[in-house]
């Protein structure tokens, strides 16, 4: 079998007292889009600063394309292929959309001119467009997740960790920016999201992971992951599944 194209292994990260994760592991496959769900206070988004790099493993390596990338900075790795996006989205208020989207593009375009044209193609993608002057402060909130994705996606990456993107949405809105996301995993991009908008994840995601205080749980296709006692019990306290299967068999 071919290398993935990210690899964790056994990764632990402890601040002070508290295991965030816990000897987690996980592979993502190239092409596809790999889900990482989990309680609130789980460890998605510590799991997700270290493989960006904005901090380190106490313990276990992360392979990138089969290279150890545990020692390299976040501006390395995005070099290297690695772009995230954050949960709390934080423009640069006094910049317009364009300005914002061309500071990821200046990795690859340092020319200020290229990396204005990339800004544009890229807000093409994620349907911003029609935006592109207007200044970042005065985006919407799923204005703002569109620009979250651009610059992400502006700095070309093979790997795109996305940290709750759909968060904050109303139905509507979700429904607009997962096309986008289906259409930039068939543009190539692989992606690895965090999300607690179930119904996303089961539309978009091939494998899903789960953790819970640190530790991964489940590994599978969504559906299968969905109905693994243990991540019910997870998500819902100790006995629900047994609460819910009963509840299930009472009504036929
Ligand atoms: N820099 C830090 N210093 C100390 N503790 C931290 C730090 N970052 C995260 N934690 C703690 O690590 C644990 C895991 O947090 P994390 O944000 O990774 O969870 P999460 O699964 O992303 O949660 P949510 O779904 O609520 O975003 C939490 O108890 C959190 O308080």
Known sequence: MSEPLLRVEAVSKRFGGL???DAASLVVEAGGITGLIGPNGA???TLFTLVSGFEKPTTGRILFKGRDVGALAPHERAALGVARTFQIVQPFAGL??????AVGAHLRHPRRDDALGKAEAVAERVGLADRLDAPASGLTVVGRKRLELARALATEPELLLLDEVLAGLN???????VPIIRDLRHSGVTILMVEHVMQAVMSL?????????GRMIAEGPPAAVTRDPAVIEAYLGHGAAARLAAREAAHG
């Not at 317009?96 to 989207?101: H, K, W, Y």
């Not at 139905?171 to 920016?177: F, G, L, Q, T, Y």
Request: hydrophobic share 40%.
């Open 171 to 177: 139905p509507s809105e979700v429904r607009d920016i």
């Open 19 to 21: 295991l965030a994760v």
């Open 96 to 101: 317009s959309v364009r300005e914002n989207i």
């Open 205 to 213: 995601c091939d494998t899903v992971y789960v953790l819970a205080q």
């Open 43 to 45: 460890g998605k988004t």
